[in-house]
């Protein structure tokens, strides 16, 4: 069984930074992708960024420039880097471990607040 678990959330001026961790469990972290989203209140969970086992990586547009994604899979470890935070950044954030098959895992989340 595969358990996540997210960290590093908090309250941050706009302009600031964050950097959001998330530990595995389980044993397949280094050979499955790896994903950041994030759910605003009233919206829909969307993908901020990817890392694929092999290293690639995608952003969404707009957070493509400001946030970095990186995994350390000696720790069996999911990073956010998060800088320029925006008011619009404001959600919580979840890590999720896809296996390319019907078996998926998800964080219980972190809340990221940037205050403007």
């Known amino acids: 069984q595969v358990q996540l678990v997210e960290s590093g959330g908090g309250l941050v001026q706009a302009g600031g930074s964050l950097r959001l961790s998330c530990a595995a469990s389980?044993?397949?972290?280094?050979?499955?992708?790896v994903h950041w989203y994030r759910q605003a209140p009233g919206k829909q969970r969307e993908l901020v960024a990817t890392i694929t086992s092999t290293f690639n990586t995608l952003y969404a547009d707009s957070v493509k420039g400001r946030f970095t994604i990186s995994r350390d899979n000696a720790k069996n470890t999911l990073y956010l880097q998060m800088n320029s935070l925006k008011p619009e950044d404001t959600a919580v954030y979840y890590c999720?471990?896809?296996?390319?098959?019907?078996?998926?895992?998800w964080g219980q989340g972190t809340q990221v607040t940037v205050s403007s």
């Open positions: 999720r471990l896809t296996t390319g098959g019907p078996l998926h895992y």
């Open positions: 389980g044993g397949i972290f280094r050979s499955n992708a």
